[in-house]
C-alpha cells in the first residue's frame, strides 16, 4: 500500500496540538531533521514530547500540525472531508468522465 502522502506533495498545514487531533486525521511530525506525515487510528498513542516511535536514542517528536490539504499536480485534495468508503468508490469511478469533462470543456446541458 502506497502512502496517502507522496514525495513532490505540497501541504497545507493547520499548527495544532497533538491532543487536539482525532482518529483519521493526517498530521505532520518532525524527529530530528525528518518530516513524516501519519495518519492517526484509533488508540494510537503520540507524546509529543518524546517518543519511543523516535528514531534515534534521545531524538524528540513534535507535531507540526494537520494537513488539511494536498496539492498533487493539477489536484487538489481536502484532507478535512471525512468519506465514507463509498463515496470514495464513486469519487474513483467518476473521476475519468470529470478529466474527460475539463480536458474537452464539455458544458453541463451538453452533457445531458
Do not use: Y
Amino acid at each position: 500500500m502506497q502512502p496517502f502522502v507522496q514525495p513532490g506533495d505540497v501541504a497545507l498545514i493547520r499548527r495544532d496540538k497533538l491532543e487536539n487531533m482525532r482518529s483519521g486525521d493526517v498530521v505532520l511530525l518532525q524527529r530530528g531533521n525528518h518530516l513524516i506525515a501519519q495518519r492517526i487510528g484509533e488508540g494510537d498513542e503520540f507524546d509529543s514530547e518524546n517518543s519511543e516511535n523516535a528514531s534515534g536514542p534521545g531524538e524528540q517528536q513534535e507535531c507540526l500540525g494537520q494537513i488539511v490539504r494536498l496539492q498533487r499536480k493539477a489536484e487538489e485534495i481536502d484532507l478535512t472531508k471525512k468519506e465514507t468508503p463509498i463515496t470514495a468508490l464513486v469519487s474513483r469511478i467518476l473521476r475519468p468522465a470529470r478529466w474527460a469533462k475539463e480536458t474537452l470543456h464539455l458544458s453541463d446541458e451538453a452533457s445531458r
